[in-house]
């Protein structure tokens, strides 16, 4: 079993939609945790870390839920620049991370 | 922001051949990585790159084949040697500047093409 895993999508929404995912982890020793953004031929951005008790940055929510292992990622009211492969991030100790292999969402127009 | 800058940003080369790639970073940083990341996957960590001694390789990474210097703590540098097809990927230089948070961020990427 991966250590982290993710519905690869694509999710296709329209513009101003609702878009949420999951990412499952498989250790339960896991810290900490993060949402990145890759684009196209672009290096991995940090979205946003993953706090226990949940977290908003604009119209991005972060969730975790440490008793089934996943955490979750909504995008409210959708803008085309969404439009990006979302990769969950799990720290296990103290400095290495296990990459998901990412979950593309195409917003169209 | 700190700003990482790795060179080359892109190479195509040829087998047998080797490349090596440098990364740069404007602040100091205890931690410094390098990842891999495959056409249509997500990224693997190659090794940690330690200041002044032994990079720490991953399981299927060995010396040999990615030699890494770290001669101080703002600059690493990346070796792919004997290149095959196969290593066509995109390295990525990481770094984390605090332990606490332990996020990561990227340099922009060296895309490698082996012909």
């Known amino acids: 079993r991966k250590e982290v895993e993710q519905d690869p999508g694509p999710f296709n929404v329209p513009e101003g939609a609702t878009v949420a995912f999951n990412c499952t982890y498989s250790?339960?020793?896991?810290?900490?945790f993060f949402w990145y953004r890759q684009d196209c031929r672009k290096e991995p951005k940090l979205l946003m870390s993953?706090?226990?008790s949940g977290n908003e940055d604009g119209r991005f929510t972060a969730q975790l839920n440490r008793a089934s292992q996943y955490i979750s990622l909504l995008i409210r009211d959708s803008k085309l620049s969404d439009s990006a492969t979302y990769l969950c991030?799990?720290?296990?100790?103290?400095?290495?991370?296990?990459f998901g292999a990412g979950t593309t969402v195409t917003v169209r127009a | 922001s700190a700003v990482i800058s790795q060179k080359p940003s892109r190479d195509i080369c040829q087998r047998g051949t080797s490349l090596t790639i440098q990364c740069q970073v404007d602040?100091?940083?205890?931690?410094m990585f390098w990842y891999r990341q495959q056409p249509g996957q997500s990224l693997t960590l190659i090794a940690t790159?330690?200041?002044?001694?032994?990079?720490?390789?991953e399981s299927g990474f060995v010396i040999d084949k990615f030699p890494i210097s770290r001669p101080n703590l703002t600059f690493s540098t990346l070796t792919v040697s004997n290149m095959s097809p196969e290593d066509s990927s995109i390295y990525l230089c990481?770094?984390?500047?605090?332990?606490?948070?332990?996020?990561?961020?990227f340099g922009e990427g060296s895309r490698l093409t082996v012909l």
């Open positions: 602040s100091q940083v205890t931690m």
């Open positions: 790159a330690n200041q002044g001694s032994e990079a720490t390789y």
């Open positions: 991030v799990v720290k296990s100790n103290d400095y290495k991370l296990s």
């Open positions: 990481s770094v984390v500047f605090t332990v606490r948070t332990g996020e990561l961020f």
């Open positions: 993953v706090y226990s």
């Open positions: 250790n339960s020793a896991s810290q900490s």
